[in-house]
Nanobody, 114 residues
Framework: VQLQASGGGLVQAGGSLSISCVASGLIYSDNSIRWHRQAPGNQRGLVAAISNGGTTYYANSVKGRFTVSRDNTKNTVYLQMNNLKPEDTAVYYC?????????WGKGTQVTVSS
């Protein structure tokens, strides 16, 4: 299984950005995909998650601003980020969990300027 995240970039505070994660390889229907982020000097933390059935989870810090969605026909998960804040600056990683296995992709950098 391979995961490829893309869509990161530089945006001003208050702006929006959408990042995506494409999964390839042997993907089972019973999976969940998570977005994590890691800022310099900080531990990696869970931002949002979505099950194959569409159940979502958000960290308190992004509730109401971020929306996670998925297109199972394309094995793609999206993270729409609105009202971005400088503290959202981090490398964002997608992670797929299925059949007790965790798979990680390389991250995509999101930088929010004040």
């Amino acid at each position: 299984v391979q995961l490829q995240a893309s869509g990161g970039g530089l945006v001003q505070a208050g702006g929006s950005l959408s990042i995506s994660c494409v999964a390839s390889g042997l993907i089972y229907s019973d999976n969940s995909i998570r977005w994590h982020r890691q800022a310099p000097g900080n531990q990696r933390g869970l931002v949002a998650a979505i099950s194959n059935g569409g159940t979502t989870y958000y960290a308190n810090s992004v509730k109401g601003r971020f929306t996670v969605s998925r297109d199972n026909t394309k094995n793609t998960v999206y993270l729409q980020m609105n009202n971005l804040k400088p503290e959202d600056t981090a490398v964002y990683y997608c992670n797929l969990w299925q059949r007790d296995m965790d798979y990680w992709g390389k991250g995509t950098q999101v930088t929010v300027s004040s």
